[in-house]
């Protein structure tokens, strides 16, 4: 079963044309499917006309949220309530293309877990959003280890066991691909078809690139040392523990060795702020360490993932 799911903020003139060209897609895949759009707090009509089509529909499910929580809430929402195998996700604007999805699909098929789509032909303004995106995009690729032209490209295609493993906040969608880095996820990429946005407006300024730059030292924190914090904070923390204990052993030395005055020297203060910085990185590294032991502990979680076994039917 295909589900793709579609994060909605005020798109109603979009919605309709949207359905059609999708529901016509669909059936030409031949495969049993399921369109669930997320209303993330939309102020205009979106809902009402969601509301018609699930109506006369009974493959489109809806959800709507109090108020608007943000896409990657929609994201987390629409993964959870999904009951396909595969989740395709796309943006509710027209820019994406629907007839891209069998292409994603096909791809999969060669034994990967994400397909994600690359607007390889980008519609959109050139300074504001193409060249912050390929910036962001180049050092996300570079710090996460996972070579993606777009992240920032909504349609992509999910095993669910990959995309409902994750509790997603913040602006946390984008980074899929390279969280599910971390379970051993196969991931590649295809171009596809980009439109320019005919109604409505984009939600998206020039701020979400400053968000996805400190969102990358998360993602890397996530892949890398969810499960040895220690070696961040402490590594950090002796560097500056051991860096400050040399410049008060230099100190010491020209004081009682030269009998040179250290009592107003800017490097005693240094040292002193170092010591005390390691000693408190060191600790905070031991406190995470013992935080992720529980985390898995009382959740159940293993910090591996096993994909297939052979004679071990105990």
């Known amino acids: 079963m295909i589900s793709v799911v579609i994060p909605a903020y005020n798109e109603e003139e979009n919605i309709e044309p949207l359905y059609r060209k999708l529901k016509e897609v669909l059936k030409s895949i031949g495969e049993d499917y399921e369109i669930l ?15 018609r089509i699930a109506k006369e529909d009974k493959r489109v499910r809806v959800i709507r ?19 396909g195998d595969v989740i395709v996700t796309m943006d ?37 959003r193409r060249i912050p995106s390929r910036i962001a995009n180049w050092i996300i690729s570079k710090v996460t280890g996972v070579e993606l032209h777009d992240y920032g490209c909504t349609l992509k295609a999910y095993r669910a066991d990959i995309a409902k493993r994750y509790r997603l906040y913040g602006d ?36 979400r690139t400053v968000r996805v730059i400190l969102d990358i030292f998360l993602v890397k924190f996530l892949n890398e040392y969810i499960t040895k914090p220690l070696y961040v904070f402490g590594g950090v923390g002796l560097l500056m523990f051991i ?38 990185l060191i600790s905070t590294g031991i ?20 994909e297939e076994k052979i004679n071990m039917e105990d």
């Open 65 to 83: 949220f109090r108020r608007n929580y943000g896409q990657t809430a929609a994201m987390y929402a629409g993964f959870e309530h999904a009951r």
């Open 243 to 280: 860096l400050g204990f040399l410049i008060e052993l230099y100190l010491t030395f020209i004081k009682f060795f030269r009998g040179e005055d250290i009592g107003g020297r800017p490097l005693l203060l240094l040292g002193v702020l170092l010591i005390l910085a390691g000693i408190q």
């Open 172 to 207: 946390m969608h984008r980074f899929l691909p390279a969280l599910a880095k971390r379970f051993g996820a196969r991931i590649t990429e295809i171009p596809v078809r980009h439109h320019p946005r005919i109604y409505g407006k984009s939600k998206y300024g020039i701020d």
């Open 92 to 128: 509710a604007d027209l820019q994406n293309d629907p007839e891209d999805i069998p292409r994603l699909l096909n791809k999969m098929r060669e034994g990967f877990d994400i397909v994600s789509g690359w607007r390889k032909d980008r519609k959109d303004p050139l300074l504001s």
């Open 37 to 51: 759009f997320v209303d993330d707090g939309s102020t205009d009509g979106t809902f009402e006309v969601l509301k």
């Open 287 to 306: 406190i995470a360490e013992l935080i992720v032991r529980t985390y898995y502990e009382s959740r159940g979680e293993k910090p591996y993932i096993i």
